[in-house]
């Protein structure tokens, strides 16, 4: 009987490695697909060549600011003069913001042929051979599609010069909302389900459709947001009852619909891990508190919430983590695929890192994929910055438990 025990127990560990193992090599693959498209060879030809629009004795990087005005309004559109005046005037745009524009608009560089970062260190004779046979007037670079730049420069429909600042600005303030809307509504619901709440049928069917809606796919509250808070709740939503965003298109499909929809889709798992937490508190605390004369109500607030905050942030942050990655959601509720502007208020249309993300994989030229791998590098940062900081919160509560105690 032992030797049948002792054979199941090592095949239930093998199983388990194995399991491990294989979820470890897919971590290692995607990890290695995404780095080898956000990095490699690129071969830039210009449209025109500095010596061409200006002084070949001088150097363009050296020209003042009013000269290189002078080369923008030579070179280029009046309408397209007239939208960059009115994106922001050349008074306040600095020298070097002024430089950027002409090389973007007027030298105009192009890339014409990219490289991953494997076929870049392993075929790097090809892609020399490349450059001398179709590209002789190319300059071949290392490029790295995450910089600075494609970090604080807004959305754009060439690859080269496009950024995620109005996505990234976007996926913080849906979140900030969603936070607003989910925590105070899950603690509360928690609280009193674990406290107030009498065992009885209404409170058991309650608990079950608690558990039932933390498993309903992300698109059905999609639908659900795109008929309360974008249809039925338009004037609010849309900004229209408060003297705001009248000028506006966005016809309820704005940061706030979108954000309280993410809420309602944390809103259970936010109820679970905090019943979870509180369930968690020893009963010799709470039963020492009412010894000592305080009601129920100071007992939730002085003792109870405190002993199991750190779980309650850490499952909150969680669920956050999970909201930054919905895709589904945001499409149904009306996120914009292409927004050029951060968003000024909670009634302006928006855009989000998976929406981005989704929006630069279905275009047909490659760099676009490259430029998807390095916003997807991006949003892995941020959740793991997010799960450390849940991690760093959980510390922080424990010891300051231990110190009270």
């Given at each position: ?9 090592r ?21 290695f ?66 430089l ?16 991953s ?83 009885n ?46 000028n506006?298109?966005?016809?309820g ?20 891990n ?29 003792h109870?919430?405190?002993y ?38 909670v ?23 490259k ?11 941020l ?14 509560q ?8």
């Open positions: 009987m032992n030797v049948v025990r002792e054979r199941k127990n095949m239930s560990r093998i199983v388990f490695q194995m399991a491990t193992l294989t979820g470890i090599l897919a971590l290692i693959i995607l990890l697909s995404i780095i080898n498209e956000a990095f490699g060879y690129v071969i830039i030809v210009n449209e025109k060549s500095p010596e061409e629009i200006y002084d070949p004795e001088k150097n363009l990087a050296d020209a003042s600011k009013e000269d290189l005005i002078a080369l923008l309004e030579e070179h280029i559109s009046r309408g397209l003069m007239r939208k960059l005046k009115f994106d922001q005037s050349f008074d306040e745009r600095s020298r070097e913001n002024v950027k524009l002409v090389s973007e608009e007027v030298i105009n560089p192009r890339i014409v042929e990219s490289w970062l494997s076929d870049s260190l392993l075929r790097r004779d090809n892609v020399l051979e490349t450059l001398e046979t179709d590209y002789p007037k190319g300059t071949l670079e290392f490029r790295s599609w995450l910089s600075p730049g494609f970090i604080t420069d807004p959305q754009s429909s060439i690859p080269e010069q496009t950024g995620i600042i109005t996505a990234l600005f976007g996926s913080l303030l849906l979140l900030v909302i969603a936070l607003m809307v989910a925590f105070p509504l899950g603690v509360g619901s928690a609280i009193y389900l674990e406290e107030y709440a009498k065992p049928k209404l409170n058991s069917l309650i608990q079950l459709n608690i558990y039932n809606l933390a498993g309903i796919p992300s698109i059905i509250y999609g639908m659900l947001g795109l008929t309360i808070f974008v249809r039925f709740m338009e004037p609010i939503t849309s900004g229209k009852i408060f003297n705001a965003g009248i506006s298109t966005a016809n499909r704005t940061v706030l619909s979108a954000g309280m929809t993410l809420g309602l889709l944390i809103l259970p798992i936010i109820i679970i905090a019943q979870e937490a509180i369930r968690g508190v020893p009963k010799s605390l709470k039963f020492s508190s009412y010894g000592l004369g305080a009601t129920k109500w100071q007992t939730i607030w002085h109870i919430i405190p199991s905050m750190d779980r309650i942030l850490t499952g909150t942050i969680l669920a956050v983590s999970r909201a930054l990655g919905e895709t589904a959601p945001l499409i149904v509720v009306g996120a914009s695929t292409f927004v050029s502007r951060k968003p000024t208020s009634f302006s249309k928006f855009t989000a890192l998976p929406i981005q993300i989704y929006q630069w994989t279905a275009r047909p030229q490659p760099e676009f994929r430029v998807a791998a390095a916003a997807i590098i991006v949003l892995l940062v959740l793991l910055t997010m799960n450390a900081g849940a991690i760093i919160l959980r510390n922080h424990n010891k300051k438990r231990k110190g009270t105690c």
